[in-house]
Nanobody, 122 residues
Framework: QVQLVESGGGLVQAGDSLRLSCEAS??????YAWFRQAPGKEREFVAA????????RYADSVKGRFTIFRNNVKNTLTLQMNSLQPEDTGVYYC?????????????????WGQGTQVTVSS
């Protein structure tokens, strides 16, 4: 059974950092990503990476501030978020796919976590 379980969300102030983690289990994957959904808005792409690393993609709004990577030993998918801003507020979801491409569309990902809330106050 495939499971993606996020953790690490919370309430922070603008300029702070947070690290989100996603424990992945149940099968092998080719790529993974993080998406987020702000209140009243549609879910949007944040960052993606191939399972083996080396081909990251980022939304323009987070480039230079967020980093996506995987802990090879623990199979933990991580999103390091620095210089957080109020517009980064939302529910963050990790997603995984069999394809070995850093895909950016929601429909490209078959497996999803339950989400973790990130709130950034000004």
């Amino acid at each position: 059974q495939v499971q993606l379980v996020e953790s690490g969300g919370g309430l922070v102030q603008a300029g702070d950092s947070l690290r989100l983690s996603c424990e992945a289990s149940g099968r092998t994957f080719g790529s993974y990503a993080w998406f987020r959904q702000a209140p009243g808005k549609e879910r949007e792409f944040v960052a993606a990476n191939t399972w083996r690393g080396g081909k990251q993609r980022y939304a323009d709004s987070v480039k230079g501030r967020f980093t996506i990577f995987r802990n090879n030993v623990k199979n933990t998918l991580t999103l390091q978020m620095n210089s957080l801003q109020p517009e980064d507020t939302g529910v963050y979801y990790c997603a995984a796919a069999p394809d070995s491409l850093p895909l950016t569309g929601e429909s490209d990902y078959r497996y999803w976590g339950q989400g973790t809330q990130v709130t950034v106050s000004s």
